[in-house]
Nanobody, 127 residues
Framework: QVQLVESGGGLVQAGDSLTLSCAASGRAFSSYAMGWFRQAPGKEREFVAA???????YYKESVKGRFTISRDNAKNTVYLQMNSLKPEDTAVYYC?????????????????????WGQGTQVTVSS
């Protein structure tokens, strides 16, 4: 079982920045595809960003240019740097891992691809 531990959420003002971190257990982190999803109250969980084992990056269109996903394999950690935050970014953010990373990415934005999930961290952006 892979354990994912998230940190970095909080309450900020519109226009501020936050960086979320997700530390993963296991020796095979470098082979995982990693992702971030978010879920706002009353809404479906939605894809935010993902990064493959080889460093390919994918983003939700509404965060592209504002958010950056990255990984540090030496630390078994994935990050989501969020700039220019907007009230509509308010949600619980979930870290997720695809242990296999098949190398095919047509489903990179779908929850069903991923094997493990973190507990979620709350991001609240005030207007």
């Amino acid at each position: 079982q892979v354990q994912l531990v998230e940190s970095g959420g909080g309450l900020v003002q519109a226009g501020d920045s936050l960086t979320l971190s997700c530390a993963a257990s296991g020796r095979a982190f470098s082979s995982y595809a990693m992702g971030w999803f978010r879920q706002a109250p009353g809404k479906e969980r939605e894809f935010v960003a993902a990064i493959t084992w080889s460093g390919g990056r994918y983003y939700k269109e509404s965060v592209k240019g504002r958010f950056t996903i990255s990984r540090d394999n030496a630390k078994n950690t994935v990050y989501l740097q969020m700039n220019s935050l907007k009230p509509e970014d308010t949600a619980v953010y979930y870290c997720t891992a695809d242990r296999g990373d098949s190398g095919t990415y047509s489903n990179i934005r779908l929850m069903g691809r991923y094997d493990y999930w973190g507990q979620g961290t709350q991001v609240t952006v005030s207007s």
